[in-house]
T-cell receptor, first 111, second 116 residues
Framework: DQQVKQNSPSLSVQEGRISILNCDYT??????FLWYKKYPAEGPTFLIS?????DKNEDGRFTVFLNKSAKHLSLHIVPSQPGDSAVYFCAASAYGNKLVFGAGTILRVKS | DGGITQSPKYLFRKEGQNVTLSCEQN?????MYWYRQDPGQGLRLIYYSQIVNDFQKGDIAEGYSVSREKKESFPLTVTSAQKNPTAFYLCASSTGRLRTMNTEAFFGQGTRLTVV
């Protein structure tokens, strides 16, 4: 049973435009959410996180939105740059315990 | 420099052999995790440990074993009981509970295990 779902396997965006990556979850106990970026044959690197007490968190070009009623979160990247091309993973945690990851979305930013 | 180190980067194993993947961190983190990545399947949790001398099974623990005798180290053994061990293995660590804003899990660079 996949508790964290990233339903779009890939996304292609033009440089300078907005990239929106989506994530849905089923476990209502999740109270902390993270986004990671990953290049092939490397470990994921942390991008941004959000606690369930908030609905938005911003860090530079990256903004994460959380809609608890819909059990949905999204990562916005504005403006998108070619260096943003990577696999993006959504992850969630309940009460500070194990991190559960989605399957990832491949983002390609075209110049 | 503080960080999390996995070794080796590439590992080849013959069928029927056990093999141990190393994971060491000097971040003074309490929690450590092992994940497996297969193409198109994201990261699946094998085992995790919130504190020394304690660990819990993740979603795909069968055929794997771990130990947590020291805070800095969380080795993963892939046993011959694991039917499809060829994969990319990732170790991670985090400070205590993942609840406070801007806490995160730090990942190592991974070990690519291939069964030959």
């Amino acid at each position: 049973d996949q508790q964290v779902k990233q339903n779009s396997p890939s996304l292609s965006v033009q440089e300078g435009r907005i990239s929106i990556l989506n994530c849905d979850y089923t476990n209502s106990m999740f109270d902390y959410f993270l986004w990671y970026k990953k290049y092939p044959a490397e470990g994921p690197t942390f991008l941004i996180s959000i606690s369930s007490i908030k609905d938005k968190n911003e860090d530079g070009r990256f903004t994460v939105f959380l809609n608890k009623s819909a059990k949905h979160l999204s990562l916005h990247i504005v403006p998108s740059q070619p260096g943003d091309s990577a696999v993006y993973f959504c992850a969630a945690s309940a009460y500070g315990n194990k991190l559960v990851f989605g399957a990832g979305t491949i983002l390609r930013v075209k110049s | 420099d503080g960080g999390i180190t996995q070794s080796p980067k590439y590992l080849f194993r013959k069928e029927g052999q056990n093999v141990t993947l190393s994971c060491e961190q000097n971040l003074n983190h309490d929690a450590m995790y092992w994940y497996r990545q297969d193409p198109g399947q994201g990261l699946r949790l094998i085992y995790y440990s919130q504190i020394v001398n304690d660990f819990q099974k993740g979603d795909i623990a069968e055929g794997y074993s771990v130990s947590r005798e020291k805070k800095e180290s969380f080795p993963l053994t892939v046993t011959s009981a694991q039917k499809n061990p060829t994969a990319f293995y990732l170790c991670a660590s985090s400070t205590g509970r993942l609840r406070t804003m801007n806490t995160e899990a730090f990942f190592g660079q991974g070990t690519r295990l291939t069964v030959v």
